[in-house]
């Protein structure tokens, strides 16, 4: 099993920066599809971004392509997005995920067996 912890929240205006990290311990980042997930108040957790295991292929939502960059490190055993141009829609709590391949990669949360307690983020206008 792995276990999950994100880092980096908080509050930054519209148009700003901020990068989160999870890291991961009990396994590898690179034995694990490793996604980053966001969950507003009232709505449903939606896909924001995925690196497959081998580290190939990254994919990301319409919604950040283009302002969020996921990065994984081998080494120190994070993954991390990296979310420029932010605006006050990215506001919600951002929770780090990882699912055993070699399935094809998954976007519904359902399908992600490890979760991280997540980490708030809030964009003001």
């Known amino acids: 099993q792995v276990q999950l912890v994100e880092s980096g929240g908080g509050l930054v205006q519209a148009g700003g920066s901020l990068r989160l990290s999870c890291a991961a311990s009990g396994r590898p980042v690179s034995t694990y599809d490793m996604g980053w997930f966001r969950q507003a108040p009232g709505k449903e957790r939606e896909f924001v971004a995925v690196v497959r295991w081998s580290g190939g292929t990254t994919v990301y939502a319409d919604s950040v392509k283009g302002r969020f960059t996921m990065s994984r490190d081998i080494i120190k055993n994070t993954v991390s997005l990296q979310m420029n141009s932010l605006r006050p829609e990215d506001t919600a709590v951002y929770y780090c995920?990882?699912?055993?391949?070699?399935?094809?990669?998954?976007?519904?949360?359902?399908?992600?067996?490890?979760w991280g307690q997540g980490t708030q983020l809030t964009v003001s206008s």
């Open positions: 995920a990882a699912a055993p391949p070699p399935a094809r990669l998954r976007y519904n949360p359902a399908q992600y067996d490890y």
